[in-house]
């Protein structure tokens, strides 16, 4: 880990519109996450928690404050740049996978290049087989993802949330729909990511992976608490 703070939210709002009136999803929420930092992120349903990573992925705005990832402010982008930034800055790895079944495994890894416009044609083959090869999947490169067992579909779609080398990759609990077995598998790779300096953050409600993340934050009732140092995303103790 170093210096450089990949995730930055200063004092960030998000208020909703409700039956009863407005809803405060986030109360001043302050977070950094620094350059090859492995960052789990908790809290129940409605706590805040999916805001807070729309935040970050820049799917939503905040009300107020600021939002900065590896260095760009988001909230100076429109949404033609937003979807331009989220393909090449951030990379996401769902719960189901969300790989494309009338696609091969290979063809869904080199998709985000070719729809980011990054890396030369001839290049994109290679490098998702290079990627495929790195999750231990290169001889299932030419089936269609239907064809795999679930640990192998988690394992092709990290493969996919690196195949434009995003300085944040992102993880929306995505052991949760595996068995124990095959999450174990998927989590190890998360760890070799961050080993090779990778910045993860990893939303989970699994108790037992989240106690083998070096730094936990949990959202509760829009307040953000960080494990990692004692102290709430509103500075206080």
């Known amino acids: 880990m170093n210096g450089n703070a990949i995730v930055d939210l200063q004092e960030v709002n998000k208020t909703f519109d409700g039956p009863?009136?407005?809803?405060?999803a986030l109360k001043k929420v302050t977070l950094k996450v620094y350059a090859g930092e492995f960052v789990g992120v908790r809290g129940p349903s409605g706590s805040g928690k999916s805001t807070l990573i729309n935040m970050i992925t820049g799917i939503d705005r905040p009300t107020r404050g600021d939002v900065f990832v590896a260095g760009t402010r988001l909230n100076d982008l429109d949404e033609n740049q937003l979807a331009r930034w989220r393909g090449k800055g951030v990379g996401v790895i769902f719960?189901?996978?969300?790989?494309?079944?009338?696609?091969?495994?290979?063809?869904?890894?080199?998709?985000p290049m070719e729809c980011s416009r990054v890396w030369k044609p001839r290049e994109r083959a290679e490098r998702a087989m290079q990627l495929l090869d790195h999750v231990g999947l290169a001889d299932q490169a030419?089936?269609?993802?239907?064809?795999?067992?679930?640990?192998?579909?988690?394992?092709?779609?990290?493969?996919?949330?690196?195949?434009?080398?995003?300085?944040?990759?992102?993880?929306?609990?995505?052991?949760?729909?595996l068995d124990s077995k095959s999450a174990d598998k998927v989590f190890y790779?998360?760890?070799?990511?961050?080993?090779?300096?990778?910045?993860?953050?990893?939303?989970?409600?699994?108790?037992?992976?989240?106690?083998?993340?070096?730094?936990?934050?949990?959202?509760?009732?829009?307040?953000?608490?960080?494990?990692?140092?004692?102290?709430?995303?509103?500075?206080?103790?």
């Open 95 to 111: 719960q189901f996978f969300q790989l494309l079944p009338t696609l091969t495994v290979l063809e869904n890894i080199i998709l």
């Open 20 to 24: 009863a009136g407005p809803i405060e």
């Open 142 to 177: 030419h089936k269609l993802p239907n064809t795999l067992s679930g640990g192998q579909q988690q394992r092709a779609a990290i493969a996919r949330a690196l195949a434009n080398d995003p300085a944040l990759v992102m993880g929306d609990e995505p052991t949760g729909n």
């Open 189 to 237: 790779l998360f760890e070799d990511l961050v080993k090779d300096g990778k910045t993860f953050m990893m939303v989970t409600h699994d108790l037992g992976l989240a106690g083998r993340i070096p730094r936990v934050v949990e959202v509760l009732d829009g307040d953000l608490f960080d494990n990692g140092n004692g102290h709430n995303g509103n500075g206080h103790k």
